[in-house]
Structures are given as C-alpha cells and as structure tokens.
C-alpha cells in the first residue's frame, strides 16, 4: 500500500513562515514527481508546487512564486514545502501527491495524481 503523510501545518501570522513535509511509503520515492495542492471548502483544489521524479525543475504557482520553494530529500523519502511571507489567502488544507515519471500530463493538473495524503491545515491570521 501507498502512504503519504503530510505534516507541519498550524496556525501564523501574515509574513510569517511554515515548512510543511510529506513522508511516502510503499513506493519507490526516486521515481515519482512529487506535488502540493491546496484546498479550501469555497474553491476547488488548485495546484501550488511540483518538483521532478529527478529532481532536476520544479514549477510554482503564480500565486506563491517567488514565496514558497519545493525540495525533496529521497533518502529520506520526503518532499518539503517551505512557505515564507504568508499571506491570509494562503490559508487552506494543504495536500500531498505522487505520480509516476513520465505520466504526461501537466504537473499542474491534479487528475495527473493517483497517490494522495491526507492534507495539513494551514491557517495565516491577519
């Protein structure tokens, strides 16, 4: 079975920061692009950050840009997410995801995941 375990959400204030990990078992880590999305009960889940089975790019959402940075440690199987300068929209359940190397589909589009966590709140306060 496949298992990702988000964690490190909470609660801050705008311009504030927060790493959030995601630990993968039941797989073999080294060949997944791994993903975050983010979801709030008033929008549909939108993409936020991916980085490569390799590790070699990474892609970001407009809207966090320049704020927030995906990396990946394989030996460790996990995939961080460290956002800084948070701002109240940033404020959603945040969720892990995996899909294999060479799916074809953007890394954006979240139907081009097949593994899932099972999400870590974030709240940013004004």
């Known amino acids: 079975q496949v298992h990702l375990v988000e964690s490190g959400g909470g609660l801050v204030q705008a311009g504030g920061s927060l790493r959030l990990s995601c630990t993968a078992s039941g797989l073999t880590f080294s060949s997944y692009t791994m993903a975050w999305f983010r979801q709030t009960p008033q929008k549909e889940r939108e993409f936020v950050a991916a980085?490569?089975?390799?590790?070699?790019?990474?892609d970001q959402a407009d809207s966090v840009k320049g704020r927030f940075t995906i990396s990946r440690d394989n030996a460790k199987k996990t995939v961080y997410l460290q956002m800084n300068s948070l701002k109240p929209e940033d404020t959603a359940v945040y969720y892990c995801?995996?899909?294999?190397?060479?799916?074809?589909?953007?890394?954006?589009?979240?139907?081009?995941?097949?593994?899932w966590g099972q999400g870590t709140q974030v709240t940013v306060s004004s």
């Open positions: 980085i490569r089975w390799n590790g070699g790019s990474t």
């Open positions: 995801a995996a899909r294999f190397r060479g799916s074809g589909f953007s890394y954006s589009t979240q139907a081009g995941y097949n593994h």
